[in-house]
Nanobody, 118 residues
Framework: VQLQASGGGLVRPGGSLTLSCAAS????????MRWFRQAPGKQRELVAH???????YLRDSVRGRFAISRNDAENTTYLEMNNLKPEDTAVYFC?????????????WGQGTLVTVSS
């Protein structure tokens, strides 16, 4: 099982990006899907969380600007980021708890860099 994150890049303040995280391999269920980020010199922090049921969680600093969604048919999760700020600059990682049939394990994507700068 692998998670492949993509969509990062350089964007000006106020701009938008959408990150994608695709899971591949022998997958029965993915629950939950999460996005974390780690800025230089800081600890990794949870940005968004989405289970198969229930409301999504977004940390306070991104609520109203970011949205998490999932496409279960494609085993993909998305993080839509709007009105980006310089403090959103970080490496973004997707994370998921995946049932692969013989058990379940936590997986991480490789990280995708988001740089918000003028």
């Amino acid at each position: 099982v692998q998670l492949q994150a993509s969509g990062g890049g350089l964007v000006r303040p106020g701009g938008s990006l959408t990150l994608s995280c695709a899971a591949s391999g022998p997958i029965l269920t993915i629950n939950p899907m999460r996005w974390f980020r780690q800025a230089p010199g800081k600890q990794r922090e949870l940005v968004a969380h989405l289970g198969s049921t229930g409301r999504p969680y977004l940390r306070d600093s991104v609520r109203g600007r970011f949205a998490i969604s999932r496409n279960d048919a494609e085993n993909t999760t998305y993080l839509e980021m709007n009105n980006l700020k310089p403090e959103d600059t970080a490496v973004y990682f997707c994370n998921a708890l995946i049932d692969y049939g013989l058990g379940a394990a936590e997986y991480w994507g490789q990280g995708t860099l988001v740089t918000v700068s003028s």
